[in-house]
Nanobody, 121 residues
Framework: VQLQASGGGLVQAGGSLRLSCAGS????????MAWFRQAPGKQRELVAG???????AYEDSVKGRFTIARDNAKSTMYLQMNSLKPEDTAVYYC????????????????WGQGTQVTVSS
């Protein structure tokens, strides 16, 4: 099982980026998916998650700015990030697990390689 994250880059504050996570999982639709991020010197945090049924959850600081979505036909998950702030700077990881509680505990079974997002002020 492989997850490939892409779409990171350098953007000015207030700008937008769209991250993608392509999965090689045959039963992609059955997995709960999530985006995590880790900034230097900080713990990895859950940014947004989407269940196999399409329900979503967001970390408080990104609510109203980020949108998570999935396209099961393409085995791909997305994170649309708008109104980016310098504090959003981090390496963003996509992850998948068959259990939602594992997602919430940041203990997903499958992880992508990470993509760097840098927001300049």
């Amino acid at each position: 099982v492989q997850l490939q994250a892409s779409g990171g880059g350098l953007v000015q504050a207030g700008g937008s980026l769209r991250l993608s996570c392509a999965g090689s999982i045959r039963t992609f639709s059955r997995y709960h998916m999530a985006w995590f991020r880790q900034a230097p010197g900080k713990q990895r945090e859950l940014v947004a998650g989407i269940t196999s049924g399409g329900s979503t959850a967001y970390e408080d600081s990104v609510k109203g700015r980020f949108t998570i979505a999935r396209d099961n036909a393409k085995s791909t998950m997305y994170l649309q990030m708008n109104s980016l702030k310098p504090e959003d700077t981090a390496v963003y990881y996509c992850a998948a697990d068959s259990r939602w509680d594992s997602v919430l505990r940041r203990e997903c079974e499958y992880w992508g390689q990470g993509t760097q997002v840098t927001v300049s002020s």
